[in-house]
């Protein structure tokens, strides 16, 4: 097991337990954790042995398997909590608070954990658990408002001396990029990079202000890491590939893009959603500009048709349909779309709501392309084009569903309709060669 406890620990706030020891642990896990690193749930699991009582130690545990986004381990994770609010009663009203928000977080209502985390480092600012978490949520729930004013009150209460400042400095760094504040998001991204240069998310944060501002150059040279970089990092380090692989693509070099998806974007046996996400996604765009795939589809599709009725995360759902469509398995698509409607029913639960109102209508104008109805889907797909954020990610993920729809509307023969939106395009990322070359095949 790696690591050891910091001298100076991030997680500088009290933590109820008779084992010095499993708090040490904690400790260690939250820092890790916040650097992405595999050994994170080690540290977890070392620090429920010494005490296995420990709240915050099965607090921890329950929202890294929160992270799986799965329903698989739901029982798992409900089992999990239900033990830690068994020895609950004896511990701080914020550690009590952090399983409140887990179970919200749990029954699928991400905005009522992060309401629950947003009172805690009101009170608690250097609960920088309860501040990624935090950030976490806002993330998957398209809220850059609490992306970026949750982590700017943080640094500003604990400043930019304290251990934690570097972490919390990145989350500063996506929040004002997702706002659109390049700048001072460049800014505080290379700073926080500068401090801690393990900072993935940090790092992540350049990487979304060069290709929102079209610097795909910049963007290759930053990402720029021998293949292997980051082996002792969890499944986030694909994400980094994956922007590497948008800076390649937009570059022109679309035999870069193939090797980085082979070597380090493709899914693996786990199937983690971040995982479908980036594969699926870059499969599709090397499709929009004219590059077969050859059988990439097939692995994804079936993992999709494994998950179907498994609905956590509407961005992931909508990736599942890419792979389905993407394969041409138009029969499997047709039943994933039955199953989003039949989970849309639900009541009392925020995904429930995102899927009826956004991921049902996008999902259908996906199929409606695979089946080349090409005007209905850019129909359906124009009507929402503007309301993807409660879907969750960031701008520069949900933009496949935006060049999607351009492509259909392309297809289709709604001349004016793609050049209006390739025109928004142009003007929102000048750079934009996708955009340039679309407006020159409109134009022949």
């Known amino acids: 097991m790696q690591g050891m406890p910091m001298t100076e620990p991030v997680y500088d706030v009290e933590l109820t337990t008779s084992a010095p ?97 947003q009172e805690i480092i009101d009170d608690c600012p250097h609960d920088i658990l309860a501040l990624r978490l935090h950030h976490n949520a806002s993330f998957w729930t398209g809220d850059r408002d609490r992306l970026r004013s949750a982590p700017m009150q943080v640094i500003e209460k604990i400043g930019e001396d304290a251990p934690a400042s570097a972490f919390v400095m990145g989350m500063c760094a996506f929040g004002l990029e997702e706002s659109g504040d390049y700048q001072r998001a460049e800014s505080f991204g290379r700073r926080a990079v500068e401090r801690n240069s393990d900072d993935l998310w940090a790092l992540h944060a350049v990487a979304h ?86 059988e990439r589809w097939e692995e994804l599709a079936d993992l999709a048709q494994s998950r179907t009725g498994d609905h956590v995360m509407p961005f992931t759902d909508a990736h599942f349909m890419l792979a389905l469509t993407g394969a041409g398995r138009i029969d499997a698509a047709r039943g994933y ?22 991921n049902v209508p996008l999902c ?23 309301d993807l954020s409660p879907m969750g990610a960031s701008h520069a993920q949900r933009d496949i569903f935006r060049q999607v729809l351009i492509d259909a509307a392309m297809r289709a023969g709604q001349t004016d309709r793609a050049r209006a939106l390739l025109e928004e395009r142009k003007a929102q990322r000048p750079g934009s060669a996708w955009a340039k070359e679309r407006l020159q095949e409109l134009a022949s």
Not at 337 to 358: C, H, K, M, P, Y
Request: proline letters at 2%; aromatic letters at 8%.
């Open 364 to 386: 259908e104008g996906l199929l409606a392309c695979a089946e080349g109805r090409y005007g209905e889907a850019a129909d359906a797909l124009y009507d929402i084009r503007d």
């Open 209 to 294: 202000v060069l290709e929102m501002q079209c610097r795909y150059g910049e963007g290759c040279e930053l990402l720029d890491r021998p293949f292997g970089t980051w082996s002792d990092r969890n499944p986030f380090k694909d994400h980094l590939w994956w922007h590497s692989a948008l800076f390649w693509l937009e570059s022109g070099d679309t035999a870069r893009v193939l090797e980085l998806y082979d070597r380090e974007v493709r899914v693996d046996e786990s199937g983690f959603y971040l995982d479908v996400q980036n594969a699926a996604s870059l499969l599709k765009r090397l499709e929009l500009v004219g590059v077969g795939v050859g």
């Open 337 to 358: 779309v039955s199953s989003l409607r039949d989970f849309a029913r639900e009541e009392s639960n925020q995904v429930a709501g995102v899927t009826r109102d956004i």
């Open 21 to 117: 020891e499993a708090a040490d642990a904690l400790r260690v896990a939250v820092a890790e954790s916040l650097e992405h690193r595999l050994s994170a749930m080690e540290h977890v699991k070392a620090a429920l042995a010494a005490d296995p009582e420990f709240v915050m130690g099965l607090a921890m545990r329950a929202a890294m398997m929160l992270q799986i986004g799965s329903a698989q381990v739901h029982p798992k994770i409900a089992e999990t909590l239900d033990k830690a609010k068994a020895g609950a009663k004896g511990v701080t009203c914020r550690e009590q608070m952090h399983l409140a928000a887990l179970e919200h977080w749990l029954a699928g209502n991400l905005t009522r954990a992060g309401d629950v985390w």
